[in-house]
């Protein structure tokens, strides 16, 4: 594949010794009021690992991103087919008033050198 979908391509170098994939958090639905000010589609990217990306001009509320964050990891990395974490994808925002459901889609996968990253 040519990397559109990520799913398929193998980014950066091949002298890598490890590959992750590079992340996006969308708003898929508020099922509440909007609290925040957030609307579905706002979103986020993380690549290379680390790199947290808001589009220009936008924001995604602290407390949606706190939920979301310790699955991250988790999500650039290859799951076991049997992993509940390799098959669900939503993840809900604590604020019972707003119900705001973020999906996270892996987009590119990279070859990377973990002495790059520790």
């Known amino acids: 594949m040519d990397g559109t979908d990520g799913t398929d391509d193998i980014g950066g170098s091949d002298d890598g010794d490890m590959e992750l994939y590079d992340l996006r958090v969308v708003v898929d639905r508020i099922e509440g009021r909007s609290v925040c000010g957030m609307g579905v589609g706002d979103r986020f990217t993380l690549e290379n690992s680390a790199h947290l990306r808001l589009p220009d001009g936008e924001h995604f509320c602290v407390y949606a991103l706190a939920s979301v ?38 987009t590119r996968r990279r070859r ?7």
């Open 69 to 106: 964050l310790p699955f991250l990891a988790a999500k650039q990395r290859d799951l076991g087919e049997g992993d509940w974490l390799e098959r669900d994808t939503l993840f809900a925002c604590p604020d019972p008033e707003e119900r705001l459901v973020m999906r996270v889609e892996r």
């Open 112 to 118: 990377m050198n973990s002495a790059d990253l520790t």
